[in-house]
């Protein structure tokens, strides 16, 4: 799949995708961010979760 890339302009920092990151890899600034590149399974529930589709994987 891909690492999670955050679109800026539709982010609202809502946080949701933050609580249903299983693996703990995402925070939030501004927007969301991939603090822990690393620690990121690919897994695809971050864009899932996203009300405003400002997720795909790359």
């Known amino acids: 799949m891909g690492k999670p890339v955050v ?3 539709l982010c ?3 946080g ?3 609580d249903e990151c299983p693996s703990g890899a995402l925070d939030l600034e501004d ?4 603090a ?3 620690d990121c399974s690919e897994c695809g ?5 996203c009300p405003n589709g400002a ?3 790359g």
């Not at 529930?45 to 979760?49: G, K, L, N």
């Open 31 to 34: 927007t969301c961010v991939l």
């Open 55 to 57: 997720i795909e994987l």
């Open 7 to 9: 679109d800026p302009d």
């Open 36 to 38: 822990r590149p690393d």
């Open 12 to 14: 609202t920092a809502c």
């Open 16 to 18: 949701i995708c933050v």
């Open 45 to 49: 529930t971050c864009a899932d979760s």
